[in-house]
């Protein structure tokens, strides 16, 4: 399902890379060759399906979790030296629209907030497994201190330096979803939740861009007339609505021409829905609900507590990024600026979601399944665990 959401990402990507190309040469007099969209798109797909069996069939999740803290260190040190380089005007921090959120290596570019999130991911579900062991969950300077200080650390590098609401919002998403697994109890859980709200409306509401964005919203869902600001949600749901239930086909995108902003990042669902219509947008839905579903089935299935962590991590990263995106395309939120996972066009995002996939597909190697009681496992021909699942039998 992975490789299936990716070859048709790429095939989108060749069909919309060239009007895409066309609209940044003429808008800001770049130079983009008809085809450097998709060269740069299969790039990506290939470096993600290394990352994927990398993560899969060669580095063990028991190497990975030894070296937690110092992937945590590295994805925050790397954030932070961003940060740095775009207060000094470093060329090395490449900005767009006023937002510094990539290392600029020439011909490539590196967005550190996509690997802290897979970073943050490895860190809590080694941090939390620990303190369930060693009994000190919900302990103030055992445990919430430590973990405010790194989840603190990566949302202000990446909300607050950066920028960058959306990937905050999966930050948030991968935090609570995994510390609603950790046992932690409930009045802790809802008191920290109501405060990272009462901050998250605080950040919004002292910000005139973030603002003007919930405005935009507002005033789209009042049907009020378009302006400026509700430009990029109009056009979206103009596209999907454009695509009708078969959609137009590929190739005939007219959102695509210039109409609709980031038609190949953040927008790509729109143009999926003009191009594959209402049912191939309900494929899409379904095989990331499958895939979410799957993720949910291992983790009820994993037996170690730090393996599930991880596994709840990945899936609440990929609800959050699915959900959000979806939900913006179609005028439900504001938009938020968040790419569809594996669809949108970006090399660090496809690499690292890739990568935590992999190793959910890992893990599922590990789980262990129920047997009905007396059956006879050798009589079942053809029905066999994986090399390394346990099976053990009801009392």
Not at 80 to 85: A, Q, S, V
């Amino acid at each position: 399902m992975t490789l299936g959401l990716m070859a048709l990402g790429l095939i989108v990507i060749y069909a919309i890379g060239p009007m895409r190309a066309n609209v940044l040469n003429s808008a800001y007099g770049t130079n983009y060759g008809p085809n450097d969209f998709f060269l740069g798109q299969l790039r990506s797909v290939a470096l993600s399906i290394v990352a994927f069996f990398l993560a899969f069939k060669v580095i063990p999740y028991k190497y990975i979790r030894k070296y937690a803290k110092l992937i945590i260190i590295v994805a925050l040190l790397m954030s932070g030296l961003l940060w740095i380089l775009a207060m000094s005007g470093s060329s090395l921090a490449k900005c767009e629209l006023g937002e510094c959120r990539w290392y600029n290596f020439g011909p490539i570019s590196f967005q550190p907030a996509e690997f802290l999130k897979l970073a943050l991911t490895i860190y809590l579900a080694d941090f939390l497994a620990r303190k369930r062991e060693e009994n000190e969950i919900g302990k103030w300077k055992e445990f919430w201190l430590p973990l405010l200080i790194v989840c603190g650390l990566s949302l202000g590098l990446v909300v607050v330096a950066q920028g960058d609401l959306g990937t905050g919002v999966a930050l948030m998403a991968i935090i609570f979803g995994m510390l609603l697994v950790s046992e932690v109890s409930f009045r802790q859980f809802a008191l920290l939740l109501a405060v990272v709200l009462v901050v998250a409306v605080g950040a919004i509401a002292t910000s005139s861009h973030r603002m003007q964005r919930i405005n935009a919203w507002l005033d789209t869902i009042s049907g009020a007339e378009v302006t400026d600001s509700t430009y990029h949600i109009e056009n979206a749901m103009l596209a999907i609505g454009t695509g009708g239930f078969f959609g137009a086909g590929i190739g005939n995108s007219v959102q695509a021409t210039g109409y609709l902003p980031e038609s190949i990042n953040d927008s790509v669902f729109a143009i999926m829905g003009e191009t594959f219509g209402f049912v191939g947008l309900s494929v899409i839905i379904a095989v990331f609900g499958a895939i979410l579903f799957r993720m949910l089935s291992i983790a009820e299935h994993t037996e170690q507590n730090d393996r599930r962590l991880l596994v709840i991590g990945v899936f609440s990263w990929t609800l959050a990024q699915v959900v959000v995106n979806i939900m913006a395309m179609t005028g439900l939120v504001p938009v938020t600026g968040i790419t569809l996972p594996l669809l949108s066009y970006g090399g660090t995002s496809m690499v690292f979601i890739s990568f935590a996939i992999g190793l959910v597909l890992q893990l599922s190697c590990y789980t262990s399944r129920e047997v009905i009681k007396n059956e006879d496992i050798s009589s079942r021909r053809g029905v066999r665990g994986t090399h390394y699942s346990s099976r053990r039998r009801r009392a």
